[in-house]
């Protein structure tokens, strides 16, 4: 077990940063106070091209309400999770990113493209305010074939069962 993941697993444990950690850290906003839209940067790509889109949280309350925020450019697979089909419905295979990030397969959960999962902290968003990320969804995905794919992100925090919180986008690969 290299140095890392010892380090890890040690301030999992003392500040309760597994996943779902986030609660204690960060209240949850209360219901219905975020929009969440989901855009495509481009809705056509290549085969084995990278697939972005932009998650854009919106505050739609009268009052500030809590917000976690990661210390890393491309959140995806940190902050919010996401599910994509492919054009007959079915579920898209993760790919090793999204594997690493939960330590599944992986005895090297921790490479230098992994971010330290829960490195963040809480924020005020205000009232009207939002916050848009670029989030790399074909890293988290197996997206290689020629198709179709509809993305949407998700939230599997409360019941284990994906709900979904944003709208579906379709991306094409011919």
């Known amino acids: 077990m290299t140095r890392y993941r010892l380090l890890l697993i040690v301030l999992q444990a003392v500040f309760g940063l597994a996943a779902g950690g986030q609660s ?26 990278k697939v972005f889109v932009h998650l854009t949280v919106k505050n739609v309350s009268s009052t500030a309400v809590p917000l976690w925020v990661e210390n890393t450019n491309d959140p995806g697979g940190l902050n919010y999770q996401f ?8 579920l898209v295979p993760e790919a090793h990113f999204s594997r690493a990030l939960r330590g599944v397969e992986d005895p090297h959960f921790l490479t230098s493209e992994t971010p330290l999962n829960r490195s963040g902290g809480c924020i005020d968003l205000g009232a009207g305010q939002s916050r848009t990320y670029t989030i790399d969804v074909s890293r988290l995905y197996q997206m290689t074939s020629p198709g179709a794919y509809t993305i949407v992100a998700v939230d599997r925090k409360s019941t284990g069962l994906a709900t979904a919180l944003s709208n579906p986008v379709t991306v094409t690969a011919p």
Do not use: M
Not at 30 to 46: C, F, I, M, N, R
Not at 83 to 90: K, L, P
């Open 83 to 90: 599910e994509v089909r492919d054009s007959q419905g079915a």
């Open 24 to 49: 204690s850290l960060c209240p949850t906003a209360p219901e219905k106070t975020l929009a969440y839209e989901l855009t495509l940067v481009h809705s056509q790509v290549k085969a084995d091209d």
